[in-house]
C-alpha cells in the first residue's frame, strides 16, 4: 500500500529561526511530490517536485526531491509568525489513482 | 482567475440527518476530487471525477455518502444519514486533466455531527 510520512509531526520554533520539513514516500510508480500549506482549511499549493536534485524555490522557502532515497525536504529560512500552519506533502504516481497525502507538519513559529 | 468554491463553509446537523455540499472546481478543470479530513490528519480522497465519470470511489462509503458531477462541472456530495465520526471537514479540489498531480483546492466545508 502506499503511504507517505511526515517527520516532525509538530514543531514549535521562534521567528528567524529555518526549519527543515521532512516527507519520505513509498509510491508505486512513482511520478511527483507535492508540498502544500494548510492555514485554517484549505490547503494551499507551494511545490511540485518530479526531478531528484533540482531545488525548487519561491521566497524563504524551498524544497528538494531525492528519487533514490524517496524522500523530500521542505525548507523555510528565516521563519515568520505567518508561515504557522500545517505543511501537508503528497505522492503521485504515473496511473489514475489518486495523491496520497501524509499526515502533516503542524509548525508554530512564535515571536 | 477564481479559485475552487464550496458551499456552505460551515454545517451542524444531528446524527442521523442528512447533509449535502456543493463544489464548483476551476473553470476548465476536467479532474475533480472530494476529500475527507478529520482533525490531525492529511486528507483522504472519498471520490474522484474526470468529467461526469467516476475515476475512483473505492474509499467512499457508499452506504451513506454519494457524489454527482451531472454536467461535468460543479458536483455535491451528500451523507445520509450522517454519523458522528463523519465530523470532519470535506474538501474539494480540482485539477487540470488526470495526468497533472497539482490539485488546487477549495475552502472547505467543516461538518459537526452531534
Known amino acids: 500500500e502506499d503511504k507517505v510520512v511526515q517527520s516532525p509531526l509538530s514543531l514549535v520554533v521562534h521567528e528567524g529561526d529555518t526549519v527543515t520539513l521532512n516527507c519520505s514516500y513509498e509510491?508505486?510508480?512513482?511520478?511527483?511530490l507535492l508540498w502544500y500549506k494548510q492555514e485554517k482549511k484549505a490547503p494551499t499549493f507551494l511545490f511540485m517536485l518530479?526531478?531528484?536534485?533540482i531545488e525548487k524555490k519561491s521566497g524563504r522557502l524551498s524544497s528538494i526531491l531525492d528519487k533514490k532515497e524517496l524522500f523530500s525536504i521542505l525548507n523555510i529560512t528565516a521563519t515568520q509568525t505567518g508561515d504557522s500552519a500545517v505543511y501537508l506533502c503528497?505522492?503521485?504516481?504515473?496511473?489514475?489513482?489518486?495523491?496520497?497525502f501524509g499526515k502533516g507538519t503542524r509548525l508554530s513559529v512564535i515571536a | 482567475e477564481a479559485g475552487v468554491a464550496q458551499s456552505p463553509r460551515y454545517k451542524i446537523i444531528e446524527k442521523r440527518q442528512s447533509v449535502a455540499f456543493w463544489c464548483n472546481p476551476i473553470?476548465?478543470?476536467?479532474?475533480l476530487y472530494w476529500y475527507q479530513q478529520i482533525l490531525g490528519q492529511g486528507p483522504k480522497l472519498l471520490i474522484q471525477?474526470?468529467?461526469?465519470?467516476?475515476?475512483?470511489d473505492s474509499q467512499l462509503p457508499k452506504d451513506r455518502f454519494s457524489a454527482e458531477r451531472l454536467k461535468g462541472v460543479d458536483s455535491t456530495l451528500k451523507i445520509q444519514p450522517a454519523k458522528l465520526e463523519d465530523s470532519a471537514v470535506y474538501l474539494c479540489?480540482?485539477?487540470?486533466?488526470?495526468?497533472?498531480?497539482?490539485?488546487?483546492f477549495g475552502p472547505g466545508t467543516r461538518l459537526t455531527v452531534l
Open positions: 518530479t526531478s531528484s536534485g
Open positions: 509510491v508505486t510508480n512513482f511520478r511527483s
Open positions: 479540489a480540482s485539477s487540470l486533466d488526470l495526468s497533472t498531480d497539482t490539485q488546487y
Open positions: 503528497a505522492g503521485g504516481n504515473s496511473g489514475n489513482t489518486p495523491l496520497v
Open positions: 471525477f474526470q468529467n461526469n465519470g467516476v475515476v475512483d
Open positions: 473553470s476548465g478543470h476536467a479532474t
